[in-house]
């Protein structure tokens, strides 16, 4: 079982920056994908990043990719979105989730993760 608590959240100005953090409880925090997730009013949840239980691989989707930087502590349980060049587009509850992924083509299914976070709102006006 992992519980998943995300922070970093808030308003910004387009072209600012926002750290996402979520943090995990529980010792096999190491053992899992992790992934972000992001679902604007109106619209499906959209995948945004991911990175391997190690740490050595990330993905990324296009509309990010660039401008966030995805990583994780494993000694201190949590993963982090580094945002940068944010634009309103952006904006929109941002989830951390937890899963057992084994192949690169799932990071970017939200069916493969088994564990979510409450959210996070970011919000970027123009």
């Known amino acids: 079982q992992v519980q998943l608590v995300e922070s970093g959240g808030g308003l910004v100005q387009a072209g600012g920056s926002l750290r996402l953090s979520c943090a995990a409880s529980?010792?096999?925090?190491?053992?899992?994908?992790m992934g972000w997730f992001r679902q604007a009013p109106g619209k499906e949840r959209e995948f945004v990043a991911a990175i391997s239980w190690i740490g050595t691989s990330t993905y990324y989707s296009d509309s990010v990719k660039g401008r966030f930087t995805v990583s994780r502590d494993n000694a201190k349980n949590t993963l982090y979105l580094q945002m940068n060049s944010l634009k309103p587009e952006d904006t929109a509850v941002y989830y951390c989730?937890?899963?057992?992924?084994?192949?690169?083509?799932?990071?970017?299914?939200?069916?493969?993760?088994?564990?979510w976070g409450q959210g996070t709102q970011v919000t970027v006006s123009s």
């Open positions: 529980g010792r096999t925090f190491s053992s899992y994908a």
């Open positions: 989730a937890a899963g057992r992924i084994t192949k690169a083509t799932m990071y970017r299914a939200p069916v493969a993760y088994n564990y």
